[in-house]
């Protein structure tokens, strides 16, 4: 007891000289990293691109850790072995802001904070069945209005049976920058998707 006491008056001890210490160099690092905020900020969200809203089910974390949702078939289908098909989630991104998220500098660099949303395999139906996506991760960016679709590809030996309301891939909402050094070529992206901007 007296020992564990001792323990954690010296941890505190160090604690209280580290810290002040590490707080103040990451004060002078921050100098090197400014953040300016957009006014708006972009915050993705999803919601029913189909009139049957049931299309999609219901969209949740299975977990507090998991860093993907489920995406579901809105439609029966199969998939022959050595093809691919297209796969309807019943969802598209809510509409937002055009601005980026933030817009930080590192050195001379300046880049923009853009949000997107990943569509990755399921690691059961890759193992088991050997199902995935054929462009992952796929990239759905923020200023897409058309459906999200998963490009499924059947790496089995027999044919893939999906039903509707089966979980056929995931999604992660991420943050990618993007360096102010490269153009944008100011096309509109509605609701074109799978190449729409260039092959």
């Known amino acids: 007891m007296v020992r564990n006491k001792i323990l954690a008056s010296k941890i505190t ?10 707080t103040e160099k990451l004060s002078r690092a921050l100098k090197y990293f400014p953040v300016e905020l957009s006014g708006a900020l972009p915050v993705l969200s999803l919601e029913n691109s189909r009139s ?13 850790l998991s860093a993907g949702f489920d995406l579901k078939a809105a439609d029966d289908a199969i998939i022959p072995p050595g093809e691919w ?54 990239t759905v960016d923020a200023d897409y209005e058309g459906k999200i679709m998963t490009c499924l590809m059947n790496h089995g030996s027999e044919p893939f049976k999906i039903s509707k309301g089966d979980k056929v891939s995931q999604g992660v909402f991420a943050l990618a920058i993007r360096p102010h050094s490269v153009a944008v070529a100011d096309k509109t992206r509605g609701e074109g998707g799978f190449g729409s901007t260039g092959h």
């Open 52 to 64: 049957d809203h049931d299309a999609a089910g219901e969209i949740n974390y299975a977990t507090s």
């Open 85 to 138: 098909r297209l796969v309807d989630t019943g969802l598209r991104l809510a509409p937002q802001s055009t601005k980026p998220v933030a817009r930080i500098r590192l050195g001379r660099t300046g880049f923009d904070v853009v949000a997107e949303l990943q569509i990755r395999p399921r690691s059961g139906l890759a193992v088991k069945r050997g199902i995935t996506v054929l462009n992952a991760p796929g």
């Open 13 to 22: 001890g160090l604690s209280n000289r580290l810290l002040p210490k590490a």
